[in-house]
């Protein structure tokens, strides 16, 4: 009897060990179970904001080693960001106006406002300052990345006549370049505006000629002209343009002198200014 009492304990033992094992294994399964459940349940990525992805650097099935999954931006609200001189950025202020071109808008000028001003320079050779510009006008022909041509409007004054930048000229000696109005001409269904410049203190009496091209722009309920120079190439076209139109006057005048165009009088000659000898 005490062999088989021997056996008999040694079996139960035996079991009892067995289903403590066993139960050790299957806590371990569940716990295993779970710690899978979470993880499938945290691969699901929500965004804290609304926007629009612009890039997806993990993909369903790769590991996950770290970094950025994806990118989130906001394209309902663009800004332009420019980089100013520190010669300038003094003068810019939060609030200030602002008005910018781009390729995708074409000759619509858009509208803008100062929402941010750098208070550290940006890294490079160059001292500049990051300036942040949001857009006021919307248009559904922006896209994010698109470069831009912006003006900051430092200062405004109303009911004033204007003259384009380059219309105010000095010559080499430093001496002021007046500019009248001489005539308006029609190319291409555009029209150009010259202008004849008298420098008083030139003694050869040299006459220069400024073309520009007329542009009718609105800003709200307000409308108004705005000049921009033409290049080099367009111009000697104008120009040539312009002495053609003399040359057809010409053909229609007197015997009188022309001081414009030193042909032979042309009454109404876009470059007489009326002193005919």
């Known amino acids: 009897m005490s062999s088989q009492q021997n056996q008999y304990e040694g079996s139960r033992d035996n079991l009892k060990s067995a289903r403590a094992s066993a139960g050790v294994a299957t806590q371990q399964q569940e716990n295993a179970v779970d710690t899978y459940q979470e993880q499938i349940e945290k691969g699901t990525l929500k965004a804290g904001i609304s926007g629009t992805v612009t890039a ?44 910018f071109k781009t390729d995708a808008t074409r000759d619509e000028q858009l509208q803008g406002e100062v929402i941010f001003i750098s208070p550290t320079p940006t890294q490079g050779s160059n001292v500049t ?83 520009f091209e007329l542009e009718s722009e609105e800003d709200g309920d307000e409308a108004y002209d705005r000049l921009y ?30 001081e414009g165009c030193e042909e032979e009088s042309c009454e109404g000659c876009p470059l007489d200014d009326g002193k005919a000898e």
């Open 129 to 211: 300052y990051q300036v942040k510009v949001k857009i006021n006008s919307p248009t559904d022909r922006l896209r994010l990345g698109m470069n831009a041509k912006l003006n900051i409007i430092l200062r405004e004054t109303a009911d004033v006549l204007t003259v384009p930048y380059d219309a105010v000229q000095q010559d080499e000696n430093g001496n002021d370049v007046a500019f009248h109005f001489v005539t308006t001409l029609e190319h291409e269904g555009k029209t150009y505006v010259y202008l004849q410049g008298d420098d008083e203190n030139d003694e050869d009496d040299a006459m220069v000629i400024e073309i």
């Open 229 to 258: 120079p033409v290049d080099d190439d367009l111009y000697e076209v104008l120009y040539n343009k312009l002495l053609e139109e003399v040359q057809k006057q010409a053909e229609l005048g007197d015997e009188d002198a022309c």
């Open 56 to 99: 997806i650097n993990v993909k369903q099935g790769d590991t996950y080693a770290g970094g950025v999954i994806a990118t989130i931006q906001d394209c309902s609200a663009f800004v332009v960001s420019a980089e100013i001189d520190e010669y300038d950025i003094a003068d810019v202020k939060l609030g200030m106006k602002a008005v």
